[in-house]
């Protein structure tokens, strides 16, 4: 129900957002931006986390046409870890990543696989878009479990997790997929001519026009990390993730950032895990950052112990808490960056932008199905590092 309080601001929402779509045509788009004065924008606590302020008029190309050549753009490509089975769910993802943003602004994509990609599944990505594509050969030795785990081993904790009904507690590729997500795919040669990354999966959904660049976000205000969902690993999880954590801490205090973002994945100061991750489905980060000797020590250590073909108690050390908490850890809280104006949707959670940015972008989620506060979701605990 519309109360005439919440009408009034509906009207008064879409005057203010019609003028601001009316008086930027696409010429004052990337203009020399003034850079310093973004910079400004990352600064200390001031009770307010830094999305709040919105994005800088100056970024924004509303009108519908693409982007010259000559345009300002950031060192930066799409990432899709798929096999050839996966072809139809990332073409659907694609096909709105296009639509919603870039047949705008011509990002290149980069596919990756531990398979050679078919002959199919690369001409019908090639007809999406027309932009640079590139398709990858993961390394053997990047994908596939190494010689120092003991099998055994590995073989009982992945029978325990199929007894207790751990979601992919059985698959030995869902546990290559996680590794190689959290300590690899960023060492792959085709990604080394890149600064920032934004990862695709099959079968999202993208609910929104997207009228600037977010990879100039992440470059202009020196962010390493964008994120959307966030919410708690599932109950009785990965125990053994934050002692390895607390080792890493221990052994190497001074790679540990000072204003980090400690106060989003733990509750007293790093004594436990609180669960809160962000949800690694959806993802922009600095590439530079997770080949940075830090998050590469870090990956190294957690690596060692294990884990990710172990950890017997219900889980497997996933991606998105491995990237969470290296973030987290590893960087200022101002850099880990909310794009509270992407709508997204990855079963079985959304986040749909509210009230004017939900009109901004014409999104078609519906407004009162969105995660951010829901119960399970860790925004709030984004919010209160601010
Ligand atoms: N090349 C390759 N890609 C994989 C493999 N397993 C998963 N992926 C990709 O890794 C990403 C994550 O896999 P998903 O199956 O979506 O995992 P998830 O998001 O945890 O689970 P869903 O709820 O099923 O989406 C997707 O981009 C997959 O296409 C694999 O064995 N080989
Ligand atoms: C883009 O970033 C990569 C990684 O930092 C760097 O090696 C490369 O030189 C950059 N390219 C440009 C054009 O700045
Ligand atoms: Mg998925």
Not at 131 to 138: E, Y
Not at 174 to 193: A, I, W
Not at 270 to 294: I, K, P, Q, V
Request: proline letters at 5%.
């Amino acid at each position: 129900m519309m109360t005439p309080m919440r009408y009034v601001l509906l009207v008064l929402g879409i005057i203010i957002s019609l003028h601001f779509i009316l008086s930027f045509s696409h010429e004052d788009y990337g203009r020399a931006t003034s850079i310093s004065r973004i910079s400004n924008q990352i600064k200390g606590s001031t009770g307010r986390p830094p999305y709040m302020d919105g994005v800088p008029e100056e970024y924004r190309h509303p009108a519908d046409v693409a982007l010259p050549p000559s345009a300002r753009r950031a060192n930066a490509t799409f990432v899709l870890l798929a096999r050839n089975g996966d072809l139809n769910g990332v073409m659907m993802s694609m096909k709105q990543m296009e639509d919603r943003f870039n047949k705008k602004f011509q990002y290149p994509y980069v596919f990756l696989n531990e398979e050679p990609f078919s002959d199919e599944f690369k001409e019908r990505i090639l007809e999406l878009t027309d932009a640079p594509v590139q398709f990858g050969l993961i390394p053997r030795d990047h994908w596939y479990q190494p010689d120092s785990i003991d099998e055994a081993k590995a073989t009982a904790a992945r029978e325990q997790m199929v007894k207790n009904q751990v979601i992919y507690g059985g698959s030995v590729p869902y546990r290559n997929m996680c590794r190689y997500n959290s300590g690899f795919f960023f060492r792959h040669e085709l990604l080394q001519n890149y600064k920032y990354y934004w990862r695709i999966e099959p079968d999202v959904t993208y609910f929104c026009d997207l009228d600037y660049d977010p990879f100039l976000i992440m470059q202009d205000q020196n962010k390493v990390y964008g994120f959307t969902i966030s919410l708690y690993e599932y109950e009785a999880t990965i125990p053994t993730l934050w002692d390895a954590v607390k080792d890493f801490i221990s052994e190497n205090p001074d790679l540990i950032e000072e204003g980090n973002a400690m106060g989003f994945v733990s509750d007293n100061g790093g004594e436990t895990y609180n669960r809160c991750h962000f949800w690694s489905n959806f993802e922009l980060g600095d590439l530079d950052f997770w080949r940075g000797e830090a998050y590469m020590k870090f990956f190294e250590h957690l690596d060692s112990k294990g884990g990710f073909y172990y950890e017997a108690s219900s889980y497997r050390w996933g991606d998105a808490p491995v990237h969470s908490i290296g973030a987290a850890l590893l960087a200022k809280k101002e850099q880990i960056h909310f794009f509270n104006d992407i709508g997204y949707r990855h079963n079985p959670f959304q986040h749909c932008p509210q009230g004017d940015l939900h009109k901004k972008g014409k999104c078609w989620c519906n407004p009162k199905d969105n995660f951010d506060y829901e119960w399970y979701s860790c925004l709030a605990r984004y919010d209160k590092l601010f």
